[in-house]
């Protein structure tokens, strides 16, 4: 267990000794753990929904920032509690510049810490497992191949055009090129400007 190693190493806060490691740890090894499961309560679709804006997304993007003036940021946000908690009422709020920043940074994982861990079959020691499966499945032993998302392909896309979308919107001319890249904290971020052809 891991924590049991942490202690034995010295490197558990024990609070000057007064956390009694050992009860606490023979306590857990004596519980029967369950998993419990229940399904989605308005289906698996609200359920994607919700985890999708905590685990593919950052804390806030851009376009809710409304204002930053005088050590003040401005901000939209939906309230999701009692009345509105499932629909969500979107409404504004203004914090201190620091206040606005300690709130972003506490959404920042520590470092070693990820946000999806693959369990089971998925998991990164499982491969022979996995494709044991596949095989006992009639399943081709050779995993799907995901393909390359292309920036430019999938805005054209999107856009449904069949223009560069990096063109700029003012004179048509000007190409948006990338600046300069921001990361690993929250993953990449990436600048761009418009430059004249």
Same mark, same amino acid.
């Given at each position: 267990?891991?924590?049991?190693? /942490?202690?034995?190493?010295?490197?558990?806060?024990?609070?000057?000794?007064?956390?009694?490691?050992?009860?606490? @740890?023979?306590?857990?090894?004596?519980?029967?753990? +369950?998993?419990? !499961?229940?399904? %989605?309560?308005?289906? %698996? +679709?609200?359920?994607?929904?919700?985890?999708?804006?905590?685990?593919?997304?950052?804390?806030i =993007?851009?376009?809710? !920032?409304?204002?930053?003036?005088?050590?003040?940021?401005?901000?939209?946000?939906?309230?999701?509690?009692e +009345?509105?908690? #499932?629909?969500?009422?979107?409404?504004?709020?203004? /914090?201190?510049?620091?206040?606005? !920043?300690?709130?972003?940074?506490?959404?920042?994982?520590?470092?070693r #810490?990820?946000?999806?861990?693959?369990?089971?079959?998925?998991?990164?020691?499982?491969?022979?497992?996995?494709?044991?499966?596949?095989?006992?499945?009639?399943? %081709?032993?050779?995993?799907?191949?995901? /393909?390359?998302?292309?920036?430019?392909?999938?805005?054209?896309?999107?856009?449904?055009?069949?223009?560069?979308?990096?063109?700029?919107?003012?004179?048509?001319?000007? !190409?948006?090129? @990338?600046?300069?890249?921001?990361?690993?904290? /929250?993953?990449?971020?990436?600048?761009? =400007?418009?430059?004249? %052809?």
């Amino acid at each position: 267990m891991g924590v049991q190693k /942490l202690w034995q190493a010295g490197r558990l806060n024990t609070c000057d000794g007064n956390l009694d490691v050992t009860g606490m @740890l023979r306590k857990a090894e004596a519980t029967k753990w +369950e998993v419990f !499961i229940q399904a %989605p309560l308005y289906g %698996p +679709e609200k359920l994607i929904e919700y985890l999708g804006r905590y685990v593919f997304r950052i804390a806030i =993007s851009n376009h809710r !920032i409304l204002g930053v003036k005088q050590g003040q940021v401005t901000f939209q946000y939906y309230d999701y509690r009692e +009345e509105h908690r #499932f629909k969500g009422q979107q409404k504004q709020m203004t /914090l201190p510049a620091v206040k606005f !920043i300690g709130r972003f940074l506490a959404h920042v994982l520590p470092s070693r #810490f990820v946000r999806i861990r693959h369990f089971g079959l998925h998991h990164g020691t499982c491969r022979k497992k996995l494709l044991q499966a596949r095989r006992l499945l009639g399943l %081709p032993m050779q995993l799907p191949v995901i /393909l390359q998302l292309k920036l430019i392909e999938w805005l054209k896309q999107i856009l449904q055009t069949e223009t560069d979308p990096r063109l700029c919107p003012k004179c048509g001319q000007g !190409i948006l090129k @990338l600046g300069r890249k921001f990361g690993p904290v /929250l993953g990449v971020f990436e600048k761009w =400007s418009f430059s004249s %052809p």
